[in-house]
């Protein structure tokens, strides 16, 4: 069976979010897994390092039409651990300074979208499955449905964050998309043409990144505008969870790490008085270090935060990290404690791999108290370095972390139900009173050694999806 998937982002040649590492992991896991062929379509963005550009092979080339005009497109390709990554190549549309944000984003992605049907045609690739991810490929569905020679091909869309949606003015129907008036009123959401909304109404199946975000989402509070079109489809809608790559996130062997370790605390904490040294903290191993590593940006729940900060820092001796960028306001008033709390907290304003590698290494708990949250990858990361994750019970965050239970003895986290600043700084403390207990504290930290999620599970539920799909014959959506 021959599946394809396509996306605007993939590690590792670039990314902006979670979709990035998902791309970059899930397909080669299904190729791996079973005696599917995947390939991955993405436009070739200049953010791609010369060394990858460098292995790709040019296939060849053919026109596009976009409004008038006739595009160019490039093909290029790369095999890459059982996975043919095909690589759209046009530098008026790629060649920019970001991926997205663009004055043209209607213009870019539509044309990646006719230049993905022109691929299939060209190099003659009928997969049983069109598997897209987020609105840059929301009309794709669409269009296959509309196309008399693909419309055979099942489509999947995944959802991995409903609040991005792709949403353009009306004109840009007749001006780029040219699709048959029929479906003009099916693409409208709010006098917008939103490719996300087309894809929710004429793909064969959607899914989202978690189970817990695939029922969420069908709530006025988490539906961002679209629940009740996601109820509309219901039936065909699945939640599965993300996982991570474990061989390329391991605290044994990740050459980003002072000290390697796997299951080994006191190997661990030599990580921590690394930072403590390199940070100018308080020099003591023994007092908890808490993590954020996050964009930093309201829906990650920084607010609660900042609103109890002060209190936290004032009554308990910990040290608490902050490593990302974001709103400046929300960069800003960290700053603010750093020099309030020179010994306790450090914010660094960047985003860098090796040191995130580094902060969960080095921390013991973390944060991540997100108001809302598809899947999350990032409490996956920490349970692999063994920091233990604190968060909000929602979407993937709940799927995934299960709060300690002292009389049962289970749990791989700790984690609380209401947006409310004081339910996050009353479990930030019940942890730290586990934290001292050293019978608990170890009970704990094994059960988040043996937390696994990894892609294995849910890369055999896109499989079984795939193959339900496959052996369906003519129109699931009409
Ligand atoms: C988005 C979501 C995140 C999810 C990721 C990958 O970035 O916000 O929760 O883990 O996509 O699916």
Known sequence: MDVVMVASESTPFFKTGGLADVIGSLPNEIANAVDINVSVILPKHSAMPLAWQEQLEFIGSFQVNVQWRQQYCGIFKLALSGVTYIFIDNEYYFKRDSLYGQFDDAERYVFFTHAVLSTLHNL????????????????????????????????????????????????????????????????????????????????????????????????????????????????????????????????????????????????????????????????????????????????????????????????????????????????????????????????????????ARLYYAASDFFLMPSQFEPCGLSQLIALRYESVPIVRETGGLNDTINSYNEFTGEGNGFSFTNYNAHDLLYTIRRAIYFYWNKEHWQKILQNVYQSDFSWKESAKEYVNLYRTLASKQGALVT
């Open 124 to 355: 003659q690739l009928k997969p049983a499955v069109l598997h897209c991810h987020d609105w840059q490929t929301g009309l794709l569905p669409v269009y296959i449905k509309a196309s008399y020679d693909l419309n055979s091909i099942k489509t999947i869309f995944t959802i991995h964050n409903l609040r991005y949606q792709g949403n353009f003015p009306l004109s840009i129907f007749h001006e780029l998309i040219h699709l048959d008036e029929a479906y003009f009123n099916s693409l409208i959401m709010d006098e917008q043409i939103n490719f996300l909304k087309a894809a929710l109404v004429h793909a064969d199946w959607v899914t989202t990144v978690s189970p817990t975000y695939a029922n969420e989402v069908k709530s006025t509070y988490f539906g961002e505008g679209l629940n009740e079109i996601l109820l509309t489809r219901e039936s065909a809608m699945t939640g599965i969870l993300n996982g991570i790559n474990n061989n390329e996130f391991n605290p044994a062997t990740d050459p980003a790490l002072p000290f390697n370790y796997l299951n080994q605390p006191d190997q661990k904490r030599l990580n921590k008085q690394t930072l403590q040294h390199q940070l100018n903290l308080t020099t003591d191993v023994s007092i908890p270090m808490f993590t954020i590593i996050t964009r930093l940006v309201p829906e990650k729940g920084i607010p609660l935060i900042l609103h109890i900060l002060d209190e936290l820092l004032e009554s308990e001796n910990i040290q608490l990290l902050v490593l990302g960028t974001g709103e400046h306001e929300l960069e800003e008033a960290f700053c603010f404690f750093k020099q309030k709390y020179p010994n306790k907290f450090h914010i660094e304003r960047t985003f860098n791999e090796d040191l």
